[in-house]
């Protein structure tokens, strides 16, 4: 038997071989794929990690809240300091956001639903569209605008410039009296802002439509019939989704701002947070939706 004419088992093919030809293209074709599957596989893992800590501080904030030693006077002056910036603060935009939902959902339903002779519909096809579907994501948008936004450049500013460690130093845990407050300011005013857009969103569109004659109902008989085509279910669909609207933008923020790294500015972690905003907005709407 001549020496080389057959390859030993464990042994490589030789060059000229075909599996050792085969064997380089396997090597080449792995060399060339590692970079961007590793590039997927940190994007993943950093979306995976996000949502894991998002899950982990949402049962944290509601298990710290129920026991009254959390609830500490710096924790109670946060909480209303916070709540005052998130109502306060966004009534306005949600005024004139609501404004602007009525003048156009609200008085063209009205006016297409009586052009075609089903002005009975006008009801569910309000809380269906505007109350049940719109109002949750335009609210969550101005609550994240408005507040999630400086409530994460706050806590992200105090991440880098190291005061965070220096409360941990001190024995005074950033969860309690950052995170937990905060987001249940955003839990409160997410679900006052909901009610108000809710509320003004309707009676602009009646304004709008009665003035032009499309609508001659009374004010109280609108709301009514409007009250009507709300199933027993949307009385506590539509409440919570505002909750949840506000509880998760608030917690997103402030976690995101909690997790920034000594790289980060203001520059790359507001692109990031209202990213994120959006998508849990976004996410809890839709998985209403489908349940419900």
């Known amino acids: ?16 071989a075909p599996g050792g030809s085969i064997r ?30 998002l899950v982990g ?10 026991r009254p030693n959390s609830w500490r006077r710096t924790v109670r002056y946060e909480f209303r300091l916070s709540l005052r910036q998130v109502v306060a603060g966004g009534f306005l935009s949600t005024v004139f956001t609501a404004t602007l939902a009525g003048l156009t959902v609200v008085s063209q339903a009205a006016y297409w639903l009586g052009f075609a002779g089903m002005a009975q519909m006008t009801g569910s096809i309000l809380v269906s569209v505007l109350v049940r579907e ?10 994240l605008g408005r507040s999630g936004m400086l409530s994460l450049t706050e806590i992200g500013l105090l991440t880098l410039g190291g005061q965070i460690r ?32 809710a509320v003004i ?54 976690m995101t701002g909690l997790l920034v790294s000594q790289d980060d500015t203001v520059a790359t972690i507001m692109p990031r947070g209202f990213a994120r905003g959006i998508m ?13």
């Open 1 to 16: 038997m001549a020496d080389g004419a057959a390859t030993q088992p464990g042994q490589d093919a030789p060059d000229g």
């Open 24 to 53: 380089r293209r396997i090597v080449a074709w792995r060399g060339r794929a590692r970079p961007p599957l590793a590039w997927i596989g940190r994007i993943t893992r950093h979306q995976v990690r996000f949502a894991l800590v």
């Open 57 to 66: 501080a949402g049962w944290g904030v509601l298990r710290e809240s129920v």
């Open 134 to 143: 719109i109002a949750p994501v335009l609210v969550g948008i101005i609550l």
């Open 166 to 197: 220096a409360m941990q130093a001190q024995g005074i845990d950033p969860f309690l009296v950052l995170v937990m407050p905060r987001t249940f300011a955003f839990t409160v005013g997410g679900f006052t802002l909901g009610i108000i857009f």
């Open 201 to 254: 969103s309707l009676l602009m569109g009646f304004i709008v439509t009665h003035a032009t004659g499309a609508m001659n109902m009374s004010v109280w008989t609108f709301f009514s019939d409007v009250l009507t085509a709300m199933s027993a279910w949307d009385f506590l669909v539509i409440p919570l989704k505002f909750i949840l609207v506000g509880f998760f933008v608030g917690l997103g923020a402030c």
């Open 280 to 292: 849990m907005v976004m996410i809890v709407n839709i998985l209403f939706s489908l349940g419900f």
